[in-house]
């Protein structure tokens, strides 16, 4: 369990001081009601060990916000890239919206100090915590999107994304990752990927998938469609056989 010193040290309680305008002031948004920043940023762990019923958890935010990035990223890619199909602009936002892309975002915003967490979490282990971290950063959409509105969502989703949808449209889509990677392993003669998916989430609709090679795993991804679960993993199975050389 952390100690009270490390608590202190680290985190930053949101409701003492003038927290609430420091932190709007750092991501660029001024809240109507700041109740829905404060739910943004409250771990179930924090609401499992509050004896107050009102307080919320950011699980709700999580998946509406999931579902806004899906949306804006979208809509983005549509109007900046005119002459791509639909399976190239997939792939793309597959790229923006992936775990790894949503916790970049969420350290470069230093969200870690800020969520409110039960008393086993550190500050430490939350920013190196992928899956908690990219969860704070659509907890935070979903907050800007029911707060202040669809337009505020999308000027934030640019804002704090905006390098990565910029590489991602001055990299060339050649082919879908998983017939790319198909293609390598065959280069190298090593056998067909296998992908094992499942639903692990029903209400959220969230699947997980594990890509084996050999019968050896090689990565692991979660997304909100089946396709696009297998699609996480074999970019990074890519990125792993590409770096062997």
Same mark, same amino acid.
């Given at each position: 369990?952390?100690?009270?010193?490390?608590?202190?040290?680290?985190?930053?309680? %949101?409701?003492?001081?003038?927290?609430?305008?420091?932190?709007?002031?750092?991501?660029?948004?001024?809240?109507?009601?700041?109740?829905?920043? %404060?739910?943004?940023?409250?771990?179930?762990?924090?609401?499992?060990?509050?004896?107050?019923?009102?307080?919320?958890?950011? !699980?709700?935010?999580?998946?509406?916000?999931?579902?806004?990035?899906?949306?804006?990223?979208? !809509?983005?890619?549509?109007?900046?890239? *005119? &002459?791509?199909?639909?399976?190239?602009?997939?792939?793309?936002?597959?790229? /923006?919206?992936?775990?790894?892309?949503?916790?970049?975002?969420?350290? &470069?915003?230093?969200?870690?100090?800020?969520?409110?967490?039960? &008393?086993?979490?550190?500050?430490?282990?939350?920013?190196?915590?992928?899956?908690?971290?990219?969860? /704070?950063?659509?907890?935070? %959409?979903?907050?800007?999107?029911?707060?202040?509105?669809?337009?505020?969502?999308?000027?934030? %989703?640019?804002?704090?994304?905006?390098?990565?949808?910029?590489?991602?449209? &001055?990299?060339?889509?050649?082919?879908?990752?998983?017939?790319?990677?198909?293609?390598?392993?065959?280069?190298?003669?090593?056998?067909? *990927?296998?992908?094992?998916?499942?639903?692990?989430?029903?209400?959220?609709?969230?699947?997980?998938?594990?890509?084996?090679?050999?019968?050896?795993?090689?990565?692991?991804?979660?997304?909100?469609?089946?396709?696009?679960?297998?699609?996480?993993?074999?970019?990074?199975?890519?990125?792993?056989?590409?770096?062997?050389?």
């Amino acid at each position: 369990m952390a100690s009270l010193c490390e608590r202190l040290v680290l985190f930053i309680d %949101i409701l003492e001081n003038n927290n609430l305008e420091l932190l709007q002031s750092k991501l660029g948004v001024k809240y109507d009601n700041t109740e829905k920043l %404060i739910d943004a940023l409250t771990h179930n762990s924090f609401v499992n060990e509050s004896k107050k019923e009102e307080i919320n958890s950011n !699980e709700r935010l999580e998946y509406l916000g999931d579902a806004v990035l899906q949306l804006i990223v979208s !809509e983005l890619l549509f109007e900046l890239q *005119p &002459n791509k199909s639909e399976g190239d602009m997939t792939i793309m936002r597959s790229h /923006i919206v992936r775990k790894e892309t949503l916790a970049d975002a969420a350290k &470069n915003l230093d969200l870690a100090k800020w969520l409110r967490v039960g &008393n086993g979490l550190i500050v430490s282990e939350i920013e190196s915590n992928k899956s908690i971290l990219s969860n /704070i950063f659509e907890a935070l %959409i979903g907050s800007i999107y029911v707060d202040l509105g669809y337009q505020s969502a999308k000027n934030f %989703i640019v804002t704090t994304l905006k390098d990565k949808i910029i590489s991602v449209q &001055n990299n060339e889509v050649k082919k879908d990752p998983k017939s790319e990677l198909q293609e390598l392993l065959q280069s190298k003669k090593i056998s067909k *990927p296998n992908y094992v998916s499942k639903v692990v989430d029903p209400i959220k609709n969230i699947f997980a998938c594990d890509l084996y090679v050999n019968n050896q795993l090689v990565s692991s991804s979660k997304a909100d469609s089946k396709i696009q679960s297998e699609v996480l993993c074999a970019i990074d199975a890519l990125t792993i056989y590409k770096q062997k050389g």
